[in-house]
């Protein structure tokens, strides 16, 4: 070999090296920056831990049976001479140069090939491992159900691993026998002459039929999980048919195996051929047809008599398994006697009634407060906070860098210079300006707030759209805000990412991003760090990949600085007899993850140490978990039910309410979640948070609640409520309505609105070309026993990506009124009761003269432009809110109308176009 061929295959195999240097050692270092070194280890060293005992296991019995073989056919009786000569031959050959060289690189390749499955299963033996009850036992077979959530699983695993060995190394030897029976020189008829050759199978074959009747063993306990009765779970055939079938054929099996060990001392070619038929036949027979037989032919006639103490056991299992056994049931006595004065009484509800909608806010958040082109508002949370002493219910959103849209995309914008989002912007669920937008009380850049709100470090290194890597602490200064014409620099001066602080660290970074410039680039130091893996949700999933997350992360402000808090469930598909729902039949929201926005640190919180999977992890990773005492007070506060879990549970409890076998079996009350309207298109009510007083309590508190309608109608017949606040949290409330009187739902109510003369008119007046009306969320609302029904109305110029709140419908009884705010609103459905203020002050009242000023003259230009359109809907709505823009300018000062630039224009092409329209019209 030259020289240059020796160069390129040192590089080659320098570069697999570094390529495997790189995948450990950098992750290595990510886990150490997060206190978590001991995780990834733990992680690592179980996979290799488990895989090596696994490829040795495998490699060693292949490779005893290799030797098996060849002493078989080197030690065969009454051969001829010929046939003596051949073998001998050819087994010197083989045992002085080449058979343990070869039958061992065959063991250890197929090992290599076969042994995969058991280390990606480490979780699986670490939970087996650190294994611990329930404390609750299945009917069946009185086990615990953490043997089927932490055992059975490991069984299996074990099971399968070693059917598979026995299996692959019977066909290997059977074709090793073949090969040899087929060599020139040795004549025999068929390769079954080999006496040792059929005795070394039929004692492999025999440890098959010896795994088969573990096999059937496990499968009875397998039998909590079939999906073939009534409901899920073991029925009547499983019970009293399945389960002695498999023990007939345990006993079969293990027959057999005797049969075979026995035959082994004097094979023939007839035993094995005839203990595979037998076993096969018994299995279609036992294991199938007849059950199935039973199932069809006896059961499913008179199902529900055969099935009911099944599916009392389905229904007590799959409540528990959701947490849905703890639901307190209370009636809720409707009454249609809601006043004035039983408003002034719910000020808390009222004053935190959500009326802007989430899905078309997210357009007017980018349009106001993105201020740059690379800011993005990737989602809206909704969250409560004391404010200025009042409890609040609010919208609150990250603004975030989307290093996607970067007008420059050069590799020191992108990696250097424009590095995190900037604070968050927030405003109250029912608070809007005069223009129908929403107010802000955290807004702009720096943040500017009107509360008792401090944000101090409002750089956002960390969130849902950080989801490439970034260099910090370089020589380039990083973009931190616009200043006008200028703009603001920092530098990091955090605890997050990974220092790069040697030429090695820098070759394997640019090796694992494909970045060359790392290498070359003058900017960074000994102090740089790179920041990778910075989207909170794929955070979270590398350090503990063994939870499920909730979709919807959200912002906190705590303390002067953000926070994301991540819901993170555990679940599993093994709890017995629970009915599973996706790929899962067991969930708990037992941690709560929380991602500090600006120095990346994720801490894992244990809020249900009564949940027993949980305690299983803080057993095999105790660095990992916390407890809940440990969380800073102030996010404690922020922790609210997780609406993923809420949709789960409800979804569930549509039929898992029903506790008696009969209405169950039957669905005589089943539930469905309604459905309401939403863009001109039917679609089920989401759950939402409002802040309310639940009936009997005596504070407002904060909740996720979802109505329900029977399953065959639109009327409503309860609601769930999950409580978040306090010693509440987690706590959930059903209130049933009276069965003898019909309460409207939300399509009922949508539909009462479309009747609506009068509304119904207004609505298709504004919804001409050129804009179009967007109806809210429908909220239910329980107050003092009875129902509030609350629904917002848009509008939306097609030029525009400003929805804004024009009207409010509110619906009591038999009456429907819309308008302009929720107050009026309440006032005309009401009556005039007491000058108390029904929602807070106007915030017009607070803004400065410059600003009203600014917006008059938005308004005149909007309302030129519709007029140009001759969108005279629109024009109009636009001079109405001019001319509550300009009361609200002559409220505070005097103003002259000069400083209103084109008002007086306005009028005169209104009154242009309103005689050209007159002589069109003669």
């Known amino acids: 070999m030259n020289r240059k061929k020796i160069l390129i295959l040192g590089a080659v195999v320098i570069y697999i090296l570094l390529s ?150 019977a066909v290997i030897m059977a074709f090793l026998y073949f090969a040899i029976s087929s060599s020139p020189g040795l004549t025999f008829n068929n390769w079954w002459e080999l006496f040792e050759g059929k005795k070394h199978l039929s004692l492999l074959v025999a440890l098959i039929f010896i795994i088969k009747a573990v096999d059937y063993r496990l499968k009875i306990y397998e ?181 996607r849209v970067l007008p420059a995309k050069t590799w020191v914008n992108q990696r250097l210079k424009y590095t995190h989002g900037y604070g968050v912007t927030m405003s109250p669920v029912n608070e809007v300006t005069r223009q129908g937008l929403p107010y802000f009380i955290v807004r702009d850049i720096p943040p500017i707030t009107e509360t008792d709100l401090v944000i101090e470090q409002p750089g956002i290194y960390y969130g849902e759209l950080t989801d490439e890597h970034v260099i910090v602490n370089t020589k380039t200064e990083e973009f931190d805000y616009s200043l006008g014409d200028t703009n603001a620099y920092t530098q990091y001066e955090g605890e997050g990412g990974v220092t790069i602080n040697s030429f090695f660290r820098k070759v394997l970074f640019a090796m694992r991003f494909n970045d060359y410039r790392m290498l070359l680039s003058n900017d960074l130091t000994n102090e740089s760090r790179v920041m990778f893996d910075r989207n909170i949700h794929q955070r979270a999933v590398k350090i503990a990949p063994f939870l499920e997350y909730d979709g919807d992360p959200y912002i906190v402000i705590n303390d002067g600085r953000l926070f994301w808090i991540q819901d993170a469930y555990t679940t599993t598909n093994r709890y017995p007899y629970s009915e599973p729902y996706g790929n899962l039949n067991y969930i708990r929201n037992s941690v709560k993850v929380v991602i500090d926005a600006y120095h990346g640190k994720v801490n894992y919180y244990v809020i249900d140490d009564e949940d027993p ?71 089920q009510v989401e759950p939402y948070y409002s802040i309310l007083q639940l ?143 029904l929602v807070p002050d106007d915030p017009d009242s607070i803004r400065t003269v410059e600003e009203l000023v600014k917006e008059a003259n938005e308004l005149i230009n909007k309302a030129k432009l519709s007029l140009k359109e001759g969108n005279w809907a629109e024009y109009g709505r636009y001079q109405e809110q001019l001319e509550s823009t300009l009361k609200s300018l002559a409220e505070k000062v005097e103003v002259d109308i000069g400083d209103i630039n084109g008002l007086e224009e306005l009028m005169e092409e209104q009154e242009g176009e309103q005689n050209g329209e007159a002589e069109r019209e003669g």
């Open 223 to 403: 039998l909590l999980f079939s999906p073939r009765g009534a409901a899920f779970g073991a029925g009547y055939t499983d019970v009293n048919v399945q389960i002695p079938a498999f023990n007939i054929l345990i006993f079969i099996s293990l027959i057999l195996a005797v049969f075979l060990l026995f035959k082994s001392f004097k094979p023939d070619s007839r035993t094995l051929p005839l203990a595979i038929l037998i076993s096969f036949a018994a299995s279609l027979v036992l294991g199938a047809a007849y059950p199935a037989f039973i199932q069809k032919f006896r059961v499913e006639p008179n199902e529900l008599a055969w099935e009911m103490p099944y599916l009392e056991h389905n229904i007590a299992f799959t409540r528990k398994a959701y947490d849905l056994d703890n639901i307190e049931k209370k009636i809720y006595p409707v009454s249609d006697l809601l006043t004035f004065e039983t408003i002034e009484e719910n000020q808390g509800t009222i004053q935190n009634i959500r009326l802007l909608d989430p899905r078309p806010l997210i357009k007017t958040y980018n349009q106001l407060q993105g201020l740059r082109p690379y800011y993005k508002f990737n989602d809206i949370d909704i969250d409560r906070y004391n404010l200025n002493g009042t409890y609040r219910q609010v919208m609150l959103a990250a603004r975030e860098l989307d290093q």
């Open 20 to 169: 495997i240097i790189n995948r450990f050692y950098l992750d290595w270092l990510w886990f150490v920056n997060l206190d978590y070194g001991s995780v990834f280890t733990t992680i690592l060293f179980g996979r290799l831990g488990i895989s090596s005992l696994f490829f040795l296991i495998f490699f060693g019995f292949l490779w005893l049976n290799f030797r098996l073989a060849r002493s078989s056919v080197i030690n065969l009786p009454n051969l001829t001479l010929r046939h003596y000569l051949v073998i001998n031959r050819l087994g010197n050959l083989l045992t002085a140069k080449y058979y343990n060289l070869i039958t061992m690189g065959i063991s250890a390749l197929t090992a290599l090939l076969f042994t995969s499955t058991p280390g990606n299963n480490w979780l699986t033996v670490f939970k087996y491992l650190n294994r611990l009850p329930f404390g609750t036992a299945d009917p069946i077979l009185s086990r615990d159900a953490g043997f089927y959530v932490f055992e059975l699983p490991f069984y299996l695993l074990l099971k399968d691993y070693f059917l598979m060995l026995v299996t692959l190394t």
């Open 613 to 683: 999977l949980v305690m299983v992890y803080r057993n095999i990773f105790p660095e990992l978990f916390k407890s809940i005492n440990e969380m800073p007070e102030g996010l404690n506060k922020h922790l609210r039910y997780p609406e993923g879990l809420f949709n789960l549970q409800s979804r569930v409890y549509s039929l898992y309410h029903m506790e008696d076998v009969r209405v169950f079996y039957n669905k005589e009350d089943a539930w469905q979640i309604p459905t309401e309207k939403y863009e001109g298109q039917r679609q």
């Open 695 to 837: 009936p009997g309590e005596k504070e407002q508190e904060f909740v996720l609640m979802l109505p329900y309608s029977p399953i065959t109608r639109d009327n409503m017949i309860a609601w769930l409520a999950a409580r978040s606040d306090g010693d509440n949290y987690g706590k959930k409330v059903v209130y049933l309505f009276p069965k003898d009187k019909t309460i409207f739902g939300p399509q009922q109510v949508e539909g009462r609105i479309d009747q609506n003369a009068e509304i119904s008119s207004q609505l298709s007046l504004w919804d001409q070309r050129g804009s179009s009306v967007l109806r809210g969320n429908l909220l239910v609302l329980p107050i003092n026993n009875s129902i509030l029904y609350v629904e917002p109305v848009f509008l939306q110029a097609e030029q525009s990506q400003l929805p804004e709140l024009i009207r409010v419908i509110v619906v009591h009884g038999q009456r429907v009124v819309m308008e302009e705010n929720l107050q009026k609103a309440l006032v005309r459905l009401f009556g005039e009761g007491s000058e108390l203020p």
